[in-house]
């Protein structure tokens, strides 16, 4: 074992890193409310767990028997790489007699309508008469109580006039005011209703409990809650990856790290929400939706718990569903039932959203 200062100082290090992961790995298990630090240190993850890997790799090389260290947390660490890289695909046919359900998911992001970027909305319709989803999961579109303002979100309704529907405005109280929460089936709808609403007017999540052949399965769209960046946030943002940056932009540091703060607690509160109606179920479940967390954060922890996740099981390669500015991996999701498989999963980018629409193809069991 080397003893230069060198060597010490890089142990230093690997020590401060090997810390942080342990803090990541921590995470999913430890309220926002009552530590949100950690889920900081969740977002990060996937850049934290490369460097203690680039540490390992430098004791490797060194032929140094710290590198058992670097080691040992990083293979704690591989359940938690796999919710972000699949190395094979699971990909597989159908077998014995279930039905097999096609699922979508999509923060369309009102299609463009709000910010000229309508590129593309013609490809998501070609994508929804290729893949004929029989249930499809929207976040960010339009409630039916308003006024729909243009043709494409007009043309979408109309493509997708012979499923059963599901809105926030198919609720008394809700009026007009739901945040563009709603579900196609081409199942009949035996209920529907609100799973958490913590932010009347904001992100929320509904259910409906679709009859399925010869059985009822619910259905939770999930969209929990946004960060809601700003362009000073965004300019702040650029500012990190290298452009010019002062001690000036100091304020704009704090200003995102408060929102994520907000943001991590909010989302933990509904999600533990969501996770009291799941507990109660007595129907196998299917949840889908813009968790705005990724795989390694306490929400998705919280409301995934026994439940599937069609990316881990069928999925390719390394995951991402936001396209955005910011580093945000996978946050939209396709979860269902134990008992069932996932046969395929796949996503595909539109220019109108900065999201992408996430599919999967779902065997029910018995």
């Given at each position: 074992?080397?003893?230069?200062?060198f060597?010490?100082?890089?142990?230093?290090a690997?020590?401060?890193?090997?810390?942080?992961?342990?803090?990541?790995?921590?995470?999913?298990?430890?309220?926002?409310?009552?530590?949100?630090p950690?889920?900081?240190?969740?977002?990060g993850?996937?850049?934290?767990?490369?460097i203690n890997?680039?540490?390992g790799?430098?004791?490797?090389?060194?032929?140094?028997?710290?590198?058992?260290?670097?080691?040992?947390?990083?293979?704690?660490?591989?359940?938690?790489?796999?919710?972000?890289?699949?190395?094979?695909?699971?990909?597989?046919?159908?077998?014995?007699?279930q039905?097999?359900?096609?699922?979508?998911?999509?923060?369309?992001?009102?299609?463009?309508?709000?910010d000229?970027?309508q590129?593309?909305?013609?490809?998501?319709?070609?994508?929804?008469?290729?893949?004929?989803p029989?249930?499809?999961?929207?976040?960010e579109?339009?409630?039916?109580?308003?006024?729909?303002?243009t043709?494409?979100?007009q043309?979408l309704?109309?493509?997708?006039?012979?499923?059963?529907?599901?809105n926030?405005?198919?609720?008394?109280?809700?009026?007009?005011?739901?945040?563009?929460?709603?579900?196609?089936?081409?199942?009949?709808?035996?209920?529907?209703?609100?799973?958490?609403?913590?932010?009347?007017?904001?992100?929320?999540?509904?259910?409906?409990?679709?009859?399925?052949d010869?059985q009822?399965?619910?259905?939770?769209n999930?969209?929990?809650k946004?960060?809601?960046?700003?362009?000073?946030?965004?300019?702040?943002?650029?500012l990190?990856?290298?452009?010019?940056?002062?001690?000036?932009e100091?304020?704009?540091?704090?200003?995102?790290?408060?929102?994520?703060?907000?943001?991590?607690?909010y989302?933990a509160?509904?999600?533990?929400?969501?996770?009291?109606?799941?507990?109660?179920?007595?129907y196998?479940?299917?949840?889908?939706?813009d968790?705005?967390?990724?795989?390694?954060?306490?929400?998705?922890?919280?409301?995934?718990?026994?439940?599937?996740?069609a990316?881990?099981?069928?999925?390719?390669?390394?995951?991402?569903?936001?396209?955005?500015?910011?580093?945000?991996?996978?946050?939209?999701?396709?979860?269902?039932?134990?008992?069932?498989?996932?046969l395929?999963?796949?996503?595909?980018?539109?220019?109108?959203?900065?999201?992408k629409?996430?599919?999967?193809?779902?065997?029910?069991?018995?």
């Open positions: 074992m080397k003893q230069g200062w060597f010490h100082l890089v142990f230093l690997n020590v401060f890193a090997a810390l942080a992961l342990a803090l990541s790995y921590g995470a999913p298990m430890l309220s926002p409310d009552d530590f949100w950690a889920s900081f240190f969740a977002l993850f996937p850049i934290v767990y490369l890997l680039l540490f790799l430098f004791w490797l090389i060194c032929w140094d028997k710290r590198g058992f260290f670097s080691l040992g947390i990083l293979l704690i660490g591989i359940p938690f790489v796999l919710k972000f890289v699949q190395p094979f695909s699971g990909k597989s046919e159908a077998s014995g007699s039905r097999v359900l096609k699922v979508m998911s999509f923060n369309s992001h009102f299609l463009g309508a709000y000229g970027s590129d593309e909305v013609q490809e998501f319709f070609a994508l929804k008469k290729k893949k004929k029989d249930i499809i999961c929207l976040q579109f339009s409630n039916y109580g308003v006024r729909i303002g043709k494409d979100q043309d309704l109309k493509l997708l006039k012979d499923y059963y529907q599901v926030t405005d198919s609720f008394p109280h809700m009026g007009a005011a739901g945040s563009g929460i709603c579900m196609f089936s081409k199942f009949p709808v035996v209920k529907s209703g609100i799973a958490e609403q913590i932010n009347p007017v904001g992100n929320l999540t509904i259910y409906a409990d679709l009859r399925i010869n009822v399965v619910r259905v939770f999930t969209h929990l946004s960060i809601v960046f700003e362009e000073q946030d965004y300019v702040t943002v650029d990190l990856r290298g452009k010019e940056f002062n001690r000036r100091l304020y704009g540091i704090r200003r995102i790290i408060a929102k994520l703060k907000y943001a991590f607690r989302r509160r509904q999600a533990e929400a969501i996770r009291v109606k799941q507990d109660y179920c007595m196998p479940m299917l949840v889908c939706g968790f705005n967390d990724p795989p390694s954060s306490y929400s998705y922890k919280t409301i995934r718990g026994e439940l599937k996740d990316f881990v099981e069928a999925g390719y390669g390394f995951s991402t569903t936001y396209t955005g500015k910011m580093p945000a991996f996978r946050i939209d999701y396709i979860l269902h039932d134990p008992s069932y498989k996932t395929s999963y796949q996503t595909h980018s539109f220019a109108f959203s900065d999201h629409a996430v599919c999967a193809t779902i065997q029910l069991g018995e």
